[in-house]
């Protein structure tokens, strides 16, 4: 059975890097899909951050893109979200998930929220 | 990006009842169209994939269709774990994008 698991810090200051983990169980990263990061805002918005696919080349949405840094580690099957100076609007639900081609996103984490707060 | 308008943002119904939700895009998106719902817990099950197609483990009651710019979920015979978030999302066009969301509410 596939998982996916976010892990991280619940509690960022302004002005800080938000650090996020996914571990995945039941299928390696590098034979095929995309690796995405997606967030719900309070007031449920939901934004596709960007993604790793299996190759490791990434894709930033632009409403981000100096900001945020998505890699991984194939020795230990995860990858990460870093999200540089974050402000209280980057409050929310973090999920780690796995789409392709014609599939959408078929597996998703549990999801882990994350508030900006000094 | 490509917009999402997704209708109606709330909708109170029965157990049994058949509903509808619509997603609209800003731009032609070619069944690039998929559906989630999303339980109060926060956990995010997918339903339906390229307009029409069921995910793994999916009831039947559940059924997507559409075309061009306009799509549409339809649960034929609501159940009470039905109740729930439902979203769209396109992936014609990156970055994709998602809906405002539908609360289907028990009636």
């Known amino acids: 059975e596939i998982q996916l698991q976010e892990s991280g810090p619940g509690l960022v200051k302004p002005s800080q890097s938000l650090s996020l983990t996914c571990s995945v169980t039941?299928?390696?990263?590098?034979?095929?899909?995309?690796w995405s990061w997606i967030r719900k805002f309070p007031g449920n918005k939901m934004e596709w951050m960007g993604y790793i696919s299996y190759s490791g080349s990434t894709n930033y949405n632009p409403s981000l893109k100096s900001r945020i840094s998505i890699t991984r580690d194939t020795s230990k099957n995860q990858f990460f979200l870093q999200l540089n100076s974050v402000t209280t609007e980057d409050t929310a639900t973090y999920y780690c998930?796995?789409?392709?081609?014609?599939?959408?996103?078929?597996?998703w984490g549990q999801g882990v929220m994350v508030t900006v707060s000094s | 990006d490509i917009q999402m308008t997704q209708s109606p943002s709330s909708l109170p119904a029965s157990l049994g009842e058949r509903v509808t939700i619509s997603c609209r895009a800003s731009?032609?998106?070619?069944?690039?169209l998929n559906w989630y719902q999303q339980k109060p817990d926060g956990t995010i099950k997918p339903l339906i994939y390229y307009t029409s197609n069921l995910q793994s483990g999916v009831p039947s009651r559940f059924s997507g269709s559409g075309s061009g710019t306009d799509y549409s979920l339809t649960i034929s015979s609501l159940e009470p774990e039905d109740f729930a978030m439902y979203y769209c999302?396109?992936?014609?066009?990156?970055?994709?994008?998602f809906g405002s969301g539908t609360k289907l509410e028990i009636k």
């Open positions: 039941g299928y390696t990263i590098t034979s095929g899909y995309d």
């Open positions: 998930a796995r789409s392709g081609y014609y599939s959408g996103v078929d597996y």
């Open positions: 731009q032609g998106i070619s069944n690039n």
């Open positions: 999302q396109q992936d014609a066009s990156f970055p994709f994008t």
